[in-house]
């Protein structure tokens, strides 16, 4: 909980808005609280058909950039949390996409695909927002078009593996639609060597393995 308070502050505001003031925090039963100042800005999904493409293109970018500081702060990891967290992630994938109502052949072959990705493991540690959605990133128009100013709800934030936070953003953010990843790469710091092939099937063997991945939502 301290930690989602203490990020909070850092990079919930950007562009000119002003960072929410604490009103009041405390305990309610066993779950901590914060109440602040109403942060300004509408929520991405709600500006996004507004949007043109150039301006889409642009938020994109952005949000790598943001993303990329977010796992530039300096962090304490004595204990590893990540560890059981990770582990729990990786258990049974395919067993847990197929009780999400798709194709069985889809999720039987997700083993094997799992198997050829390569998925990576390693010691680097960095801050993860983890849901990084449309409905969590806010926006306000500035001559013409939407320019983002706070990003919200850091109750799920954690420190992990930097490629976990991609998978959020891919699905519910861009959607699909062509470029906007590669933007958001770019400014996250990629390099155009990986942006390959290989690396978008790394990437989609995050997204199965990620805590709230749907492959039912994917193919949607």
């Known amino acids: 909980p301290n930690f989602g308070r203490i990020i909070a502050w850092k990079v919930v505001s950007f562009h000119?808005?002003?960072?929410?003031?604490?009103?009041?925090?405390?305990?309610?039963?066993v779950w901590p609280y914060v109440v602040t100042s109403r942060v300004s800005g509408r929520s991405l999904d709600a500006v996004w058909p507004e949007m043109t493409r150039s301006n889409r293109l642009e938020v994109a970018a952005e949000l790598g950039r943001i993303t990329r500081e977010l796992r530039d702060l300096s962090i304490d990891d004595e204990k590893d949390?990540?560890?059981?967290?990770w582990a729990s992630c990786c258990?049974?994938?395919?067993?847990?996409?197929?009780?999400?109502?798709?194709?069985?052949?889809?999720?039987?072959?997700?083993?094997?695909?799992?198997?050829?990705?390569?998925?990576?493991?390693?010691?680097?540690?960095?801050?993860l927002h983890t849901e990084i959605l449309d409905q969590h990133v806010l926006a306000v128009?500035?001559?013409d078009r939407f320019v983002?100013?706070?990003?919200?709800?850091?109750?799920?934030?954690?420190?992990?593996?930097?490629?976990?936070?991609?998978?959020?953003?891919?699905?519910?953010?861009?959607?699909g639609e062509s470029g906007l990843l590669r933007a958001f790469l770019e400014a996250y710091g990629e390099n155009d060597s990986d942006l390959i092939p290989e690396r978008s099937e790394r990437m989609l063997?995050?997204?199965?393995?990620?805590?709230?991945?749907?492959?039912?939502?994917?193919?949607?």
């Open 81 to 85: 949390y990540w560890g059981p967290f």
């Open 148 to 175: 983002m100013c706070a990003m919200i709800d850091f109750a799920d934030g954690r420190i992990g593996l930097p490629e976990y936070e991609f998978a959020a953003p891919v699905e519910f953010v861009f959607r």
């Open 141 to 143: 128009e500035c001559d």
């Open 91 to 127: 258990s049974d994938v395919a067993g847990r996409h197929a009780q999400d109502d798709v194709p069985r052949e889809l999720s039987d072959s997700i083993p094997l695909f799992l198997e050829s990705s390569g998925v990576p493991d390693s010691t680097a540690r960095v801050l």
């Open 205 to 220: 063997a995050w997204s199965f393995h990620h805590r709230y991945g749907s492959l039912r939502r994917m193919l949607q």
């Open 16 to 29: 000119g808005g002003r960072s929410p003031e604490s009103v009041a925090k405390g305990d309610l039963e």
